[in-house]
């Protein structure tokens, strides 16, 4: 049951109830106690009541009880009573402040992933132990290419990048095919490997080394074409920047043949390697000192010369 402290009457209830309990603690506590004098204790002596002889039960006396007076402890008591006034409860009380932006965030649960077991790699069923040549030149033509190993069957088959090459069986350690020149034309490293066309039998991997082949160091810059139709091509140095002169068939470098002059651009042929090199005619680095430096001197027209 709840009280309403605002109404006046539950209030008055209330407080008659407190002062009537409290009354009856004190009836109770006098009933069972009593209560001592405010007043400071003094020693009394009992006095003695003269009887007369043969009061009493075998003529002796009986003390006299003395009255209680409560009264005016009551009195007191009740004075001391007063009028507890309870506040009522404040309703009015604000909502406590906080922040909208700040709300709980359960902690990211990071995940470790499971490192799977690296499976070892199985030995392959075939065995290329090396490759003739392993080195050569970018630009050659077509070359043979012999492969060594060991159980090589006869449907085996030599690969260059994955590209299969027509092969020739020759043993189960040996195995010969001819390798394009459109598969060595860039330099750089190269796969050779063995296996069947169902690739049910393959071998491991070794590498083909393409290097880019040596190459003539001249710029082309002029031509100087004859009467008796003999070209002589303007060639410089890149090194020494210096200009030479160079005719057909002539070998420049200890190595390099001039086979071919023309006016955009002339051909050298590696007489090791058997290569070409195509070299365009630019108009070179004019230094000082060089001849292209220096201003190109008047040719007289046929129209000039004197006639007789």
Sequence with gaps: M????????????????????????????????GFGSSAKPTST?????????????????????????????????????????????????????RNIFAFYEPPQQVKVADTPTPTPTPTPPLLLASVSPSNIYAGTGDFPLEATGDKFTSDARIYVDGRELQTKYVSAQQLSAKVPAAAIVTSGSHSISVKSPDGRVYSNALPLNVAQPPAPNYTYIGLISTRTHVDIALLQDLNTKTVVNAQRGEVLGGRFRLTSIADKEIVFTDTTLKLTHKIKMTEG????????????????????????
């Design 45 to 97: 002596r009992p006095t003695t009541a003269q009887t007369k002889p043969g009061d009493g039960v075998g003529g002796r006396t009986q003390p006299a009880k003395a009255p209680l007076d409560t009264t005016a402890q009551l009195n007191e008591l009740v004075s001391t009573l007063r009028e507890v006034n309870i506040l009522p409860p404040n309703t009015n009380v604000p909502e406590a402040r």
């Design 2 to 33: 709840q009280i309403d402290l605002n109404k006046p009457g539950e209030k008055k209830k209330l407080i008659w109830a407190g002062a009537l309990g409290l009354v009856a603690i004190i009836g109770l506590w006098w009933t069972f106690f």
């Design 285 to 308: 680095e004019k230094g000082f000192g060089s001849p292209l430096s220096r201003p190109t001197p008047r040719v007289d027209a046929e129209d000039d010369e004197p006639h007789d």
